[in-house]
Nanobody, 124 residues
């Protein structure tokens, strides 16, 4: 089992930056694809970014490409999401997820493990 805990959310003005962290415990995330998803009020959960289990490829949603950067430190068992140039439409609860030997799917279905989420609010 993998336990995931997100942190780093908060309130920021448009154009600002935040860095989210996802700390894993129970198993090493080096064997897991890990990803970030978000869910805004009244909307479905959507893909933000993901890294395949080997770390060989990172994928981004078009809406965040060029503004968000996913990174992972296997030695710390932690994944990060650096979010720059934030927009009000980035407001959502951000979740991290993990899939054993995953390829970094954009679909939330394959991810077995999920964190509890961290709120990000971007004011205009």
């Amino acid at each position: 089992q993998v336990q995931l805990v997100e942190s780093g959310g908060g309130l920021v003005q448009a154009g600002g930056s935040l860095r989210l962290s996802c700390a894993a415990s129970g198993r090493s995330i080096s064997s897991y694809a890990t990803g970030w998803f978000r869910q805004a009020p009244g909307k479905e959960r959507e893909f933000v970014a993901a890294i395949m289990w080997s770390g060989g490829k990172i994928y981004y949603a078009d809406s965040v490409k060029g503004r968000f950067t996913l990174s992972r430190e296997n030695a710390k068992n932690t994944m990060y999401l650096q979010m720059n140039m934030l927009k009000p439409e980035d407001t959502a609860v951000y979740y991290c997820a993990a899939e054993y030997l995953g390829l970094g799917s954009r679909d939330p279905g394959p991810y077995r493990y999920w964190g509890q989420g961290t709120q990000v609010i971007v004011s205009s």
